[in-house]
């Protein structure tokens, strides 16, 4: 499997194991000045991804990734990860997600179960008595969440094998030392109780687990956690005045019918996912991305075909047909199902 990437860009400051970087870019003014002539107009690099990234880490604070869905937020996650050497955690947020599930959460239905069974056997005898009080102790019950891993890996691996929950973190070839990169994708799909929720547990870095756990602080390295958001419901402003804020947008102008900046962009990124590829095939799929794009924002249409969106039409493109004149076919083919997800907004 290609392993994520982060488009090249101009050097800064070296951060290990990064050669590779996100570009996060402004619009120009709609309206150039008169003095400019017809040439094409650029979209303006401001903002390094990696910056962001050295910010959030020095501040030890969450870092907030905004952007339109497949622009390559939780790509930038993954590659920071692989970047630093650090473990890759993860969790997707949907509607029915708690702050609680993010540090812990109670198997009550097991511990019930485990209790009917215990009293469906009767006993006298005082020690197979006190036996069973220790197997329904809530200790035995209790399964870390992504935080409380992300926190404190040797007390969380040691709580989930005490409740039998699941190792779900392998951490093959790496140690706890090395610290963590937890990725909360989608905070935006939950509710307003789940980013106030964990105000306390990002500000101060620590929480109380419950049935005398104790508290879970962060180690000597503590981890980078990056959430991200499709801004499709707004975030308490505590929430996010408690983490350093990166938006992502893809170059360019979608009133550009052309739109140069993003063709390029969507080249480079397809080259690096796919170096094998037909440097045509990618020309093209970012061509009718872009056109789609246009003609989407024009009518109305959401959602806009993205980053995302082109990665995939180049995969399904490639894993079609050996020619290129196959896959050049297939391409405008497949087109039609990847690229026009839209629907008139309401």
Request: with cysteine; hydrophobic share 40%.
């Amino acid at each position: 499997m290609t392993q994520p990437v982060i488009p090249p860009s101009v050097p800064l400051r070296p951060l290990p194991g990064i050669e590779q970087r996100v570009h996060v870019f402004v619009d120009p003014p709609k309206e150039p000045p008169e003095k400019e002539t017809a040439a094409p107009r650029e979209a303006v690099p401001v903002v390094d991804a990696r910056d962001a990234v050295y910010a959030a880490l020095g501040a030890r604070r969450p870092l907030l990734v905004k952007g339109e869905p497949g622009v390559g937020k939780t790509q930038l996650a993954e590659a920071v990860a692989t970047a630093l050497g650090r473990l890759l955690l993860s969790v997707t947020v949907d509607s029915r997600t708690e702050s609680r599930d993010l540090l812990y959460s109670f198997d009550a239905v097991r511990r019930l179960a485990e209790a009917q069974l215990q009293g469906a056997i009767p006993t006298q005898d005082k020690a197979e008595v006190q036996e069973r009080k220790e197997l329904l102790d809530p200790l035995n019950f209790l399964v870390p969440g992504p935080l409380w891993w992300a926190f404190d890996w040797v007390s969380a691996s040691k709580q989930a094998e005490r409740a039998k929950g699941p190792q779900e973190y392998s951490k093959e070839q790496w140690q706890a030392a090395q610290g963590a990169v937890l990725l909360i994708d989608e905070i935006d799909k939950a509710e307003s109780d789940v980013p106030n929720g964990l105000l306390e547990a990002l500000g101060s870095r620590q929480f109380v687990a419950p049935h005398g756990a104790g508290i879970i602080a962060s180690g000597v390295v503590p981890p980078l956690v990056i959430i991200t958001t499709n801004e499709e419901r707004s975030l308490p402003d505590p929430f996010v005045r408690r983490c350093v804020v990166l938006t992502l947008r893809l170059p360019g102008h979608d009133q550009d019918e052309i739109n140069q900046p993003l063709q390029d962009f969507l080249v480079l990124r397809g080259a690096a996912h796919f170096p094998h590829c037909n440097r045509r095939i990618l020309e093209e799929a970012a061509r009718q991305l872009v056109r789609d794009r246009f003609v989407a924002r024009r009518e109305g249409f959401t959602p806009l075909p993205g980053q995302a969106e082109y990665l995939d039409l180049v995969r399904a493109t490639l894993e079609s047909a050996e020619t290129f004149p196959e896959q050049e076919a297939n391409l405008k083919k497949f087109a039609e199902f990847i690229l026009r997800k839209q629907s008139p907004v309401e």
